[in-house]
């Protein structure tokens, strides 16, 4: 088995560094070129079976591009929603607090929003879930940076300063073999 990770196109909170956890939008034109540009390198492949995606705005449009240039159905995964970020969300991602609230694993972002160990268990389970679903199929997930980290971590091993400092470009595209 094989899966294909990805995260959605740019938008607006993205160009402008502004933490974008809960916040349904939509993806700005660079989001929309990049997302053809990513249909076009999946299409390229042309290995894969299913597109798995958050059922957030920005995820299903960067999955539907991908979907229409490669004649595939999108199913949607609610435990794929990007992380809820509490009183961060809509902040410059420089907010004070916000990097090291990122490591804290039992510690609820902004207060009000998912400690890392909710947002771990969510994503872990439906890795599990698709793995066991899906096993003979090539797996594309169109997800969120928060998410993409968490299904890194799920893969590899990370120190706890490697997590903090990991980052996925949107329409970036990293393979994991099962």
């Known amino acids: ?5 990805t995260r959605h196109g740019q938008t607006s909170f993205n160009k402008q ?3 974008l956890g809960t916040t349904d939008i939509e993806l700005d034109e660079t989001g929309e070129q990049q997302a053809v540009a990513l249909a076009e390198r999946i299409a390229e492949l042309g290995t894969i079976d299913i597109i798995i995606a958050s059922p957030m ?3 299903q449009k960067t999955a539907r591009a991908v979907a229409d240039c490669c004649g595939l159905e999108v199913v949607t995964e609610e435990r794929f ?3 809820d970020y509490g009183s ?3 902040k410059s991602r420089f907010t004070e607090g916000f990097a090291e609230n990122k490591v804290n694993f039992a510690v609820r972002m902004g207060k009000s929003g998912e400690s890392l160990l909710q947002l ?3 994503v872990y389970s439906a890795l599990d879930d698709i793995i066991a679903d899906y096993s003979s199929k090539t797996v594309l997930l169109v997800t969120h940076g928060g998410v993409c980290r968490v ?4 893969f590899n091993d990370m120190t706890n ?10 329409c970036g595209l990293l393979e994991y073999n099962i």
Not at 1 to 5: H, P, Q, V
Request: no cysteine.
């Open 151 to 154: 299904i890194e971590t799920y």
């Open 88 to 90: 961060y969300e809509g």
């Open 17 to 19: 560094e502004i933490i």
């Open 81 to 83: 929603r990007e992380w």
């Open 120 to 122: 771990t268990h969510r």
């Open 57 to 59: 705005k920005r995820a």
């Open 161 to 170: 300063e490697q997590f903090s400092n990991w980052f996925m470009d949107n």
């Open 1 to 5: 088995m094989k899966i294909y990770s």
